[in-house]
């Protein structure tokens, strides 16, 4: 039990950290909920201890991360982020099965092997390595269908395509699929303008349905 | 006082510019550029004001030569004060460029434009609200009914003052941009550009680069991302405390049709037909008509002075390029540029590009290369500009190679006046699938064998609006311009050397040494030759030399119909003229352009040769 606390415990100070940098405040308990992979009575109780530790606070329905609070979550999900990457990138796992296999592994792993790992990861001459920020899901734009309304949760190479940041499509963003042709050329409706994507670019952008 | 106009795309700017300035506008390239500044001046109770209107961009951080050019702009030549220009139907976005204006510091305000629109949309805009937020004064216009556009010179003159807004960004960025500060005595702007690895200063930029490098290994993110996710979500805020909640636009959308691959691509193709049959049917109307007075007024009276042999001759030389270039290329010309703003300014483009992407992706290009492609059936010229905006030296060879190829009004005007008056329709169409085909050909061929990588297309699909006449007619002005002062000097030029060697028989002596060539291989009299060499001037001059060099202008009395139809195939094809030369050695350098030409020149003989075996 003491185990299983923990990592619910750390779970969600990542689900609010991930939360308030993609909606900019206001994270309530639902949201927790649908982003912490484990039963609803787990979630509160682990909630209710963070903020007994004062590690979180809630205010109006609303949490937020205290500075303690705040620098293990960033921990966490520095670990989750290090690891997914491993696993997806250089052992070639599928990115969702890496996603799941990473939360796991983020509540055992020491700080000390995650720096080495990631210093692993980034060592020159390792091939080119694609960021993985976020956690990955393996379905890209192409796999929607027109009116889906989605999230987009991860852009390989977004560097490549800066203007893709200046419209707005980044994560955490809300866009509708307009239009998609049998060919995969699709236009999106992001901040209330339609963009047209080649495929190979909605091929970047993943995302995942709003529910 | 001087003062720039700066905005997303689509933002109506143009027309603002134009409703302030009205006319007296000049039009500069940007020292070192390709993109196009227009500038004007107007005078409001005793002040002057010069008015520059600046490229329409999504970013102050962006990479392309528009965004670019505005950044070098702001920083280089600061205006005292910059007009921002927002659409009101798309204000978070907008909002996002000017917080990124904001952070220049220059006096500022806002003008949210297309109002109307928003009303219709059921958008609702507290203004008041924005300026106070901003701290700059915020107008609400409509360009397109001209509201409002009488407040915005006395805002400028009275109360513009830079934006008293800062974005918060997140600490490790703050952190960043405190310590540049410190360590290079960075601005703020000056330290975010560098994150983003963005200017000039040697030392700062590798000592953002470094910070930027740890940041993005802490987050998993790089610095320009997180900078971009902060501005936008300062954008979503304020545009959460400006815009009133909007109810879905349940008005029928054009999109749905114009969009899909039925009927949208019908659509586009018949488009793009018509365009081509306008421009022939009232370009043809119009040539007859000003080669008729121009021959009445100039040329015969010119003849009639019986000036010393040679002036006559470099004398009729010079009027004959005169009146190739006003009479048969400028009106066909002038007219497609018309069809091709109108199809411009209604947004239309936008969507031929989305449904041609796939197409050109067999080219080795993406959907936004339909622009130039279309251009250049008016005039090579402009479209090799166009072509020469693509990212990559990849996508830009290869556009240089199908532009060219591209049968431009000239060239039609051989085909109509060559083939289909001599020979007939069908052959004459049956040109145009020649060329379509080797095009075709072309692209594939290039797109397998010229190494690169392939950048997709990102572009926004702009709303369907009804265009501005005026603003029509000057787009097709600016445009037109480029063919009148880049062609027509070279025309003129080249005329007149040309009239020179014929009147001291160099000519003559061409056509003999070249008869066997010309008789042999493509079956045709040396003199028929030799007018396709006109042809490199311009293209319909190869059609005029024929006339003038047979001594007839019924071409079928001297000519067989496969004679003329290799002329006209010989002459479609092979070497862009020299006004297409000139600009292909400006914007893609020497090597394209002789692998143009070339490559033309080669297929030119070598189809005119295969048709002589064939049917000859």
Known sequence: MGYMNTSVREDCLEAILTL????????????????????????EAGLAGLVAEGAVRLENGEYLLSPEGKTVAESVLRKHRVLECFLCEMLGMDTGAASKEACVLEHGISDDTIDR???????????????????????????????????????????????????????????????????????????????????EIASTVFAEPVR | MRCALIGNPNVGKSLIFNQLTGLGVEVSNYPGTTVELMQGKLCYQKSSLEIVDLPGI????????????????????????????????RMERNLYLLLQLAEYRVPMIVVINMIDEA?????????????????????????????????????VLSSARPAGITVPYTPQIEAAIRSLGKL????????????????????????????AGEIESLNHM???????????????????????????????????????????????????????????????????????????????PFQALSLPPLATALGMAALLAIVAGLGIAFPFVFIFYILLSIIEDTGYLTRAAF??????????????????????????????????????????????????MVPCSARTVIITGIVAAFVGLLAALSIYLIVFVLIVLTGVFLARNIPGGQYGMILEIVPLRMPDPGMVLKKSWTRIREFLFIAMPLLLLGSVVLGALDYYGAMDAFSLMIAPISEGVLGLPAYATTALLFGILRKEMA????????????????????????????????????????????????????????????LGFLIGGLIHLIAG
């Open chain 1, 20 to 43: 308030t940098q993609a909606n900019g405040g206001s994270v309530t308990a639902e949201g927790i909920m649908a982003a912490v992979d484990a039963n609803q009575a787990a979630v």
């Open chain 1, 117 to 199: 790992l990631s210093r692993y990861i980034e060592r020159p001459g390792h091939g080119q390595r694609r960021h993985c920020a976020g956690r990955c899901r393996e379905r890209s734009l192409l796999d929607f269908a027109e009116g889906d309304l989605i999230e987009i949760t991860m852009i390989r190479c977004l560097g490549r395509n800066r203007r893709l940041i200046d419209l707005g499509l980044i994560p955490g963003e809300q866009i509708v699929i307009r239009r998609k042709l049998h060919n995969n050329a699709i236009v999106v409706r992001v901040k209330g303008a339609d963009i047209a994507l080649s495929p």
């Open chain 2, 222 to 300: 790089a610095a320009p991302q997180i900078i971009g996710a902060n501005r936008h979500l300062c954008a979503r805020r304020i545009a959460a405390d400006v815009v009133g909640a909007q109810k879905p636009d349940r008005r029928f959308s054009a999109d749905r049709l114009l969009t899909k691959a039925i009927p949208g691509i019908p659509i586009l193709i018949a488009v793009l037909l018509s365009m081509l049959l306008i421009v022939f049917v009232a370009g043809s109307f119009l040539e007859g008509l000003i080669v008729e007075v121009f021959t009445a007024l100039v040329i015969e």
């Open chain 2, 543 to 602: 059609f005029e030399t024929l006339a003038v060099l047979s001594g007839t202008a019924d071409l079928g009395s001297v000519l067989t119909a496969v004679q003329l139809y290799t002329f006209a195939v010989i002459s479609v094809l092979f070497v862009p003229c020299i006004s297409t030369i000139a600009i292909l050695l400006r914007q893609m350098g020497a090597r394209v352009t002789l692998a143009v030409s070339a490559y033309t020149i080669m």
């Open chain 2, 355 to 404: 449904l041609a992407d796939r197409v050109m992706h067999g080219f080795g290009l993406h959907g936004g290369a339909i622009i130039p492609m279309v251009m250049a059936f008016g005039c090579n010229v402009p479209a090799v500009m166009a072509a020469s905006q693509l990212r990559t030296g990849r996508e830009r060879t290869i556009a240089a190679f199908l532009v060219t």
């Open chain 2, 184 to 211: 290079y005595g960075a601005t703020r702007l000056q330290a975010l550009m560098a994150l983003q690895g963005i200017g000039t200063a040697g030392d700062l930029v590798e000592g953002a680069q470094t910070i």
């Open chain 2, 58 to 89: 999504y970013s102050m951080d962006g990479e392309s030569a528009e965004e670019e050019l505005v950044r070098t702009y702001l920083l280089t030549s600061t205006p005292d004060a910059v007009i921002a220009v927002l659409d009101a139907t």
């Open chain 2, 119 to 155: 009303a219709h949309q059921g958008i609702a805009i507290d203004s008041e609200s924005l300026s106070s937020i901003l701290g700059v004064p915020v107008i609400e216009t409509a360009a397109s009914l001209g509201k409002n556009i009488n407040e915005i010179v006395p805002a």
